[in-house]
């Protein structure tokens, strides 16, 4: 019988970045990241992914209609905006002055808070 991983995964992307859609439809589109979906590795964007949901008038809401969301987009389709120079960067994760992991932008090399 196999060990099932209960291990998170590590991404490179958190709630409040800055990023850029890199494929699909959306692409090009920059957005603030609202959620992170780890066990499917997706992530809600603003104003990207946007699907139209149809509600039922409910005792709660009793007009109904239809609703404009954001889906979540697979954090592959994601790169992060480096917040110091605007540009996109790859991640990394290295120890700071304080012998803790933290991200870094690839490009600049500076932190990432």
Known sequence: MQKKNTKQ??????KGDTVKVIAGDDKG???KVLDVILDKRRAVVEGVNIHTK?????????????KKV?????????????PASGKTTRV????????????????TGEFIK
């Open 54 to 66: 149809h509600e039922k008038p409910s005792a709660g809401k009793p007009e109904g209609g239809i």
């Open 92 to 107: 990394g994760r290295k120890l700071n002055d304080k012998s803790k992991l933290q991200r870094y932008s690839k490009k």
């Open 70 to 82: 954001e889906a979540p987009i697979h954090v592959s389709n994601l790169m992060l905006v480096d």
């Open 29 to 31: 589109k920059e957005g």
């Open 9 to 14: 995964p590590k991404l490179h992307i958190k």
